[in-house]
């Protein structure tokens, strides 16, 4: 794809269903013939896999040669709207990784970088679980710093903090989450816009291919 070129967002494909220890979970693969990594994205709490920044990223990793799968939670699979505690969640993302890196779903060959993110509580998810699934990068999508209104909770930069391997924010410049800092190998992209990541979509789908590609030098 030509650095110009807009990305086009694209259907979910191929829906495969895994089994986890909290219920059926749904994993959209998008393969591509010798990948240079692979891309595995979560969605938002209240939110599915076809959120316009999951999209747009998708299919601009693709046409870099990235395969890329989309995960759909087993609480949405089930129809509830309302996400589970964070162990369940970090549980049932570890067992969807597992079954993408088996022979019978193949979807994380060996001996390619393998990324994991998503937007919002899925980046979160990524975070927490970065080490144990094995990932070479994490890409955070509007990660949702504190709770807006909600000073009595904690804040969840520790999430991102506890993570060793390269991380990639892209925040809304007035996400009312706030604007997580930079840190020791994590970079922060601001974009313009809210939580919602739609207002400048291409921005959002650069910064990401910049940073997808720096895992591949």
Avoid: N
């Avoid at 494909?13 to 749904?26: C, K, Q, Y």
């Amino acid at each position: 794809m030509p650095d110009d070129a807009p990305a086009l967002p694209e259907e979910p494909a191929r829906p495969v269903e895994i089994a986890t220890r909290h219920g059926l979970a749904r994993a959209y693969v998008r393969a591509t013939d010798r990948p240079l990594g692979v891309l595995v994205l979560g969605h938002g709490a209240g939110g599915g896999v076809q959120a316009p920044d999951l999209l747009a990223v998708s299919a601009a990793a693709r046409g870099d040669g990235w395969s890329v799968v989309l995960v759909e939670q087993p609480y949405r699979v089930a129809g509830k709207k309302v996400p589970p505690r964070p162990r369940v969640l970090d549980e049932a993302w570890c067992d969807v990784l597992a079954a993408l890196r088996a022979r019978d779903v193949g979807a994380v060959p060996d001996g390619v970088p393998l990324v994991t993110g998503g937007r919002s509580a899925g980046a979160r998810v990524a975070c927490r679980t970065a080490e144990a699934t094995g990932a070479a990068g994490v890409l955070a999508l509007a990660f949702p710093t504190a709770p807006p209104g909600r000073p009595d909770l904690p804040s969840r930069l520790p999430e991102l903090d506890q993570v060793t391997v390269p991380v990639l924010v892209v925040q809304g410049a007035t996400d009312p989450y706030g604007v997580p800092p930079e840190g020791p190998g994590r970079r922060v992209v601001v974009v313009p816009g809210d939580h919602g990541l739609k207002k400048d979509v291409p921005g959002v789908v650069s910064a990401v291919r910049a940073w997808l590609a720096e895992r591949t030098a």
